[in-house]
């Protein structure tokens, strides 16, 4: 009588050894997997706020450089300034230096009156911002889950995204000769003028604080912008 063997497939012991290997080395991994992904989130919502910071720096400087220009029955005239270079003052043509003289770019309005900068800066009042230095003091919370709210779903609950926006006036020291093509000034973010007094350059600082309980993600971004005292060109009518 002949006897016949049948191979059955089956999993060998190494093969099994080498399965749960892999497998502890996945589920060991997974949380760390998870963090990195959280933190990619986070990351991406930082460069957000990034770019939403660029867009209100650009925002402010559309207003007009101070509320005394915000006046729409006038041009926005250059304004008086206590702490400016003396080489910025106006001339007896009451132009400043190497303004050409049919330029409409002067420090008096159509009326004949000059207007002075404001000392004050911020909000006036309960009013809509009318020039750039309303928006300073003002905070944005653009990403907020440090609330504590229980229906909240995101892994780190203490994440916070702040944007505040501040105008200050910074010294205004000129270099080079306003002959020239260009004038170049000289000055220092860091350098602003004191208390009350005013200047030729107003900053406009958008700072992004980013609060985690992650220390990485922990942030502080500044973006700055620089708007000077110089009016606005009136466009020259003719009548035929």
Do not use: C
């Amino acid at each position: 009588m002949q006897t016949h063997t049948f191979f059955r497939p089956a999993v060998a012991m190494i093969e099994l050894i080498f399965a749960i290997v892999i497998m502890a080395v996945v589920l060991m991994s997974a949380p760390r997997l998870m963090q990195i992904a959280a933190s990619s989130g986070y990351v991406a919502m930082q460069q957000e706020g990034i770019g939403e910071a660029a867009s209100r720096v650009n925002m402010i400087l559309a207003y007009p450089w101070d509320e005394n220009n915000a006046n729409e029955s006038f041009y926005s005239t250059i304004l008086k300034v206590s702490k400016g270079a003396p080489d910025l003052n106006m001339t007896a043509s009451n132009k400043r230096i190497g303004t050409p003289v049919r330029a409409n770019r002067t420090f008096l309005r159509k009326d004949g009156i000059r207007l002075t900068a404001s000392a004050t800066l911020g909000k006036d009042g309960a009013e809509n911002p009318d020039d750039i230095d309303d928006f300073t003091g003002e905070a944005i919370h653009m990403h907020d889950y440090s609330g504590g709210t229980a229906t909240s779903d995101y892994i780190e609950k203490s994440f916070d995204i702040t944007m505040t926006a501040t105008v200050k006036y910074l010294k205004d020291a000129v270099t080079g000769s306003y002959q020239q093509s260009d004038i170049i000034f000289d000055f220092d973010p860091s350098e602003t003028v004191s208390a009350l007094n005013t200047s030729n350059i107003k900053m406009i600082e958008v700072t992004l604080v980013s609060s985690s309980g992650t220390e990485e993600l922990k942030k502080e971004i500044t973006l700055r912008a620089f708007s000077s005292n110089v009016g606005s060109y009136e466009l020259e009518k003719k009548v035929f």
